[in-house]
């Protein structure tokens, strides 16, 4: 297992807001024994052969890019990729052994339209998994033109197909027809790969299925709501190995004793 925690903000970790830096501490905080590396735009090339500017180009969002980053690292260097809205709450030897014994782990059904969570994502280096999605991925952002995607603008067939098999957009035909890509565009190609490639169906039937329900927990209480004794109760005991807070609410746009606020006090007090 590579001991080795990554993670992403282009413009600089000390640049970052709030939330996603108390979030970045948090890892180091409860994990002092794996090496933890805060990419940005100037050192992600330097561990990746990846030209930024031009999947800029081709219309590559700041989602996209962290998407490309995340795959490409894991791929070369195996170990764990975290959001930077992603907080942690226990150490990862206390409980990532328990569902990655197959080399790979991710949340499971975020929504109805995709398998995986890619938030937090683990994986041995060059696992069969991540090295078909990487080349999945790979060949989707030469063939792309990268804008993104209304579905209104499509053939109706093909819109129809699309928001009942978005896995489709694995297939490159379908790709040339729309000349975009949708915001989760990740996770179809995820579920692309599985349906492809045996080895890989076989690897992710065999890895535990732990809800993404579980990691959504504190968004789901509301994170700008003030807490119920029952949920201050439920937040102290640190039920979940970590939270998957909404980067779209600001630290200072939460009222004083929120959940967010009580989530992040640790964090801040540093």
Not at 14 to 41: G, T
Not at 99 to 104: I, L, M, T
Not at 107 to 118: E, Y
Not at 184 to 192: A, I, M, P, Q, T
Request: charged share 20%; hydrophobic share 40%; proline share 8%.
């Amino acid at each position: 297992m590579n001991r080795a925690i990554w993670s992403l903000w282009l413009q600089g970790e000390h640049n970052a807001p709030i939330l996603q830096q108390a979030c970045l501490k948090s890892w180091r905080r409860f994990n002092p024994d794996w090496e933890f590396v805060c990419l940005d735009e100037r050192s992600a090339s330097r561990y990746l052969d990846l030209d930024l500017e031009r999947l800029r180009r081709l219309g590559a969002t700041p989602q996209a890019l962290s998407d490309i980053v995340r795959i490409e690292l894991l791929n070369r260097y195996g170990g764990v990729w975290v959001d930077a809205s992603c907080l942690c709450r226990k150490p990862l030897s206390a409980w990532l052994h328990e569902v990655s014994a197959n080399g790979f782990f991710a949340f499971s059904n975020p929504g109805p339209d995709r398998l995986v969570s890619t938030w937090f994502l683990y994986a041995e280096q060059g696992h069969p998994i991540i090295r078909h999605w990487a080349g999945v991925v790979s060949g989707f952002w030469r063939t792309s033109p990268g804008r993104p995607l209304d579905l209104e603008d499509s053939p109706p067939l093909l819109a129809f197909l699309l928001e009942r098999y978005p896995w489709l957009w694995g297939v490159r035909a379908v790709r040339w027809i729309e000349r975009a890509y949708p915001y989760f565009w990740f996770h179809y190609l995820f579920e692309w790969v599985v349906r492809r490639y045996p080895e890989v169906r076989n690897s992710h039937a065999s890895m535990p299925k732990v809800s993404s329900d579980i990691p959504h927990r504190a968004q789901m209480m509301g994170l700008g709501q003030l807490p119920t004794p029952e949920q201050k109760t439920e937040l102290g005991e640190c039920s979940a190995p970590l939270y998957k807070l909404d980067s779209r609410l600001p630290f200072d746009a939460a009222p004083a004793g929120s959940i967010l606020h009580v989530l992040l006090a640790d964090g801040l007090e540093d």
